[in-house]
């Protein structure tokens, strides 16, 4: 069974900027995208940025300009570049995985805080 292992995550002021990496424990030969989701204190879970296995990307409004994803498909990796954050970007952030129906495969989420 594959497993998925974000990392990067810890504390910030606003204005700062975070690299979260997300490393697959194996090959993952089939996907129809990936993507980093959120989960802030109280609110449900929210996917804020995804990347197709054919490179298409797309973001949730709330970060759309000022995080960037990007994936290394030869280490199965993904990684997002988070900057000007805010302390409303503050959350557990979890790499998954998604075929044609759900997103199947999560990682165990990496906490971000950002201070005012």
């Known amino acids: 069974q594959v497993q998925l292992v974000e990392s990067g995550g810890g504390s910030v002021q606003a204005g700062g900027s975070l690299r979260l990496s997300c490393a697959a424990s194996?090959?993952?030969?089939?996907?129809?995208?990936m993507g980093w989701h959120r989960q802030a204190p109280g609110k449900e879970r929210e996917l804020v940025a995804s990347?197709?296995?054919?490179?298409?990307?797309k973001y949730a409004d709330s970060v759309n300009g000022r995080f960037a994803i990007s994936r290394e498909s030869a280490k199965d990796a993904l990684y997002l570049e988070m900057n000007r954050l805010k302390p409303e970007d503050t959350g557990v952030y979890f790499c998954?995985?998604?075929?044609?129906?759900?997103?199947?495969?999560w990682g165990q989420g990496t906490q971000v805080t950002v201070s005012s």
């Open positions: 194996g090959a993952i030969f089939s996907f129809t995208a």
């Open positions: 998954a995985v998604a075929d044609t129906l759900n997103w199947w495969l």
């Open positions: 990347i197709s296995s054919t490179g298409s990307i």
